[in-house]
Nanobody, 123 residues
Framework: QVQLVESGGGLVQAGGSLRLSCAAS????????MGWFRQAPGKEREFIAT????????YYTDSVKGRFTISRDNAKNTVYLQMNSLKPEDTAVYFC????????????????WGQGTQVTVSS
């Protein structure tokens, strides 16, 4: 069992940056693949990025490649999402998620979810 708490969201102008954090409870954080998803109003929750348990492999959806970076610090039980060159279409509630097993882009295979943090990008 793991509990996830996101932070770092807020209001930013287009072209700006934010760093989201997701703190995990428990002593087995390094056993989980981590992912970030987002959900805009009226839209389904979509995959953004995932990072492997310990060897640093990452994978991104095309719309954020080159702008967002996922990373993790297993000693701090935290996963991060650095978001640069933000666009109004990045406005959404951002969720972190954890799963047993390897990296995945499908939300239904993630076992644990945070409550989300709002990111709003103004034009």
């Amino acid at each position: 069992q793991v509990q996830l708490v996101e932070s770092g969201g807020g209001l930013v102008q287009a072209g700006g940056s934010l760093r989201l954090s997701c703190a995990a409870s428990g002593r087995t954080f390094s056993s989980y693949t981590m992912g970030w998803f987002r959900q805009a109003p009226g839209k389904e929750r979509e995959f953004i990025a995932t990072i492997s348990r310990s060897d640093g492999r990452t994978y991104y959806t095309d719309s954020v490649k080159g702008r967002f970076t996922i990373s993790r610090d297993n000693a701090k039980n935290t996963v991060y999402l650095q978001m640069n060159s933000l666009k109004p279409e990045d406005t959404a509630v951002y969720f972190c998620a954890a799963r047993w097993g390897d990296m995945a882009t499908t939300r239904r295979v993630y076992n644990y979810w945070g409550q989300g943090t709002q990111v709003t990008v103004s034009s």
